[in-house]
C-alpha cells in the first residue's frame, strides 16, 4: 500500500497522464501501432512530430502500461492502448480527445468556478458547451465519441437491468450518436422510437442507427428541448440529460417532456443517483465535472424526487444496475 505522501504525489500528478494520453491520441499514435510494432523515429515521421519528444512521451506512457517498450526501443499496443484505437468498439479515442482538450482548459479554471459559481467552461470560453459544439462539428463529432467512451459500458448494465417490454415507442431525448437506441432497438426488435436532438447532431445519429440496421424504426426529430419535445411515444428516455442542467432548466426540460406525453406515459431518468452518505461514489467526481463543463450537477434520489414532483410526475421507483447508472421511472400525474 503506498503511503499518505505517495497517494498524493500520484493524485497531484493527475494531469500529467491526461495531457500524455491525450497527445499520443491526438498524433494517432494507437492507430499507428495497429500495423505492428514501430519505433519513436517512425512514428514521428508518420505523424509529423519531434522524434526526441515524442520517444520520451511514449517512454514515459509505456512505463505506465499504456504502450510496451521493447529492447530496441520499439513500441507496441497493450491492452490499455487498444482501447485507444479509433477502430475498436467502444473506442475511448473520443473520451481521451474531450477530457485533454476543452474539458481540460475549463478544470484549468475550477478556482474560479468554486469561488464565484460561474461555470468554468462558460468563463473560459465565452458560451456553454453546448453552443460551442454547434459551431464546431469537428469537437461535437469527438464529444458524440467521447459519449460512448464514457458511458458505453453502462448501456448493456442498463439492458440487463432494465426491463422496456410494455414499451411501443419509445422517444429517447437528446439521444445523441444513437448508440443506446441502437443497443435498446436490437435487443427489442418489435421497439419503435423517436430520436430526439439538436439539429446539428441528428445526421450523426442517422448514420450511426442505419449502420445498426435500426434506422428504419426511428423517427429522427431535431429540435430544443428548452423550446418542446415531439409527442407520440408512451415512454421518454433520458439518458445523462437532466445531470447537464441546473435544477431551474432541468424543469423546463422536464415539464416539455410532461406536455409531450399522454396520461400514464413513462418517463425514464438514466443517471446516477448519488448516495446521501460521505461513501466513495465515482458519481461524485462526475458531479464536479458537470459543475465545471456544463454547468449541472448530479443528484441524489431526494433531489430527483423533488423535481419530478415539480414537475407534475408521479415517482415509480429506481432500478440500479451493475454500472453506477440507475434508471429513475415516474409516471406522469
Ligand atoms: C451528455 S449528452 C448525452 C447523450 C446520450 N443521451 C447518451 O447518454 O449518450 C447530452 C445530449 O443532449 C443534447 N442536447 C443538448 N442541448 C440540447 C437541446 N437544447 N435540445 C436537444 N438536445 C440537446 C446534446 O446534443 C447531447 O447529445
Known amino acids: 500500500m503506498s503511503s499518505p505522501r505517495e497517494e498524493l504525489n500520484h493524485m497531484i500528478a493527475g494531469f500529467w497522464r491526461t495531457q500524455a494520453v491525450y497527445v499520443a491520441v491526438r498524433l494517432r499514435i494507437p492507430d499507428l501501432l495497429a500495423a505492428g510494432p514501430r519505433t519513436a523515429d517512425e512514428l514521428a515521421a508518420e505523424s509529423e512530430s519531434h522524434p526526441r519528444s515524442l520517444y520520451r512521451l511514449l517512454r514515459a506512457l509505456a512505463s505506465s502500461g499504456v504502450f510496451r517498450e521493447d529492447a530496441d526501443h520499439r513500441f507496441s499496443l497493450t491492452p490499455l492502448s487498444e482501447c485507444l484505437r479509433r477502430d475498436t468498439p467502444g473506442s475511448m479515442t473520443g473520451l481521451a480527445w474531450m477530457r485533454g482538450d476543452w474539458q481540460y482548459r475549463a478544470w484549468g479554471d475550477l478556482l474560479h468556478n468554486v469561488q464565484t459559481g460561474e461555470t468554468a467552461f462558460n468563463h473560459v470560453f465565452g458560451e456553454p458547451l453546448f453552443d460551442f459544439l454547434c459551431h464546431t462539428p469537428d469537437n461535437a463529432a469527438i464529444f458524440d465519441q467521447g459519449m460512448v467512451g464514457v458511458h458505453g459500458r453502462e448501456t448493456d448494465a442498463m439492458l440487463a437491468a432494465f426491463d422496456f417490454s410494455n414499451i411501443h415507442v ?6 445523441g450518436n444513437g448508440s443506446v437506441l441502437a443497443a435498446v432497438l436490437i435487443k427489442y426488435p418489435t421497439l ?63 415539464k416539455n417532456c410532461r406536455a409531450a406525453m399522454p396520461s400514464s406515459g413513462r418517463l425514464l431518468l438514466a443517471e446516477f443517483v448519488l448516495p446521501d452518505g460521505p461513501e466513495p461514489f465515482h458519481g461524485k467526481w462526475f458531479d464536479l465535472a458537470m459543475m465545471t463543463v456544463t454547468g449541472g450537477q448530479e443528484r441524489t434520489e431526494s433531489e430527483y424526487r423533488s423535481l419530478l414532483d415539480e414537475c407534475g410526475f408521479e415517482w415509480r421507483s429506481v432500478v440500479p444496475t451493475a454500472t453506477e447508472l440507475s434508471v429513475i421511472e415516474a409516471l406522469t400525474r
Open 192 to 254: 419503435k422510437a423517436i430520436l430526439f436532438d439538436r439539429v446539428d447532431v441528428i445526421d450523426r445519429a442517422k448514420a450511426n442507427l442505419a449502420q445498426a440496421g435500426v434506422a428504419d424504426r426511428v423517427q429522427f426529430i431535431a429540435g430544443d428541448f428548452f423550446q418542446s419535445v415531439p409527442n407520440g411515444a408512451d415512454a421518454y428516455f433520458l439518458r445523462h440529460i437532466i445531470h447537464d442542467w441546473n435544477d431551474e432548466q432541468s424543469r423546463t426540460i422536464l
Open 170 to 175: 419509445l422517444a429517447d431525448i437528446g439521444g
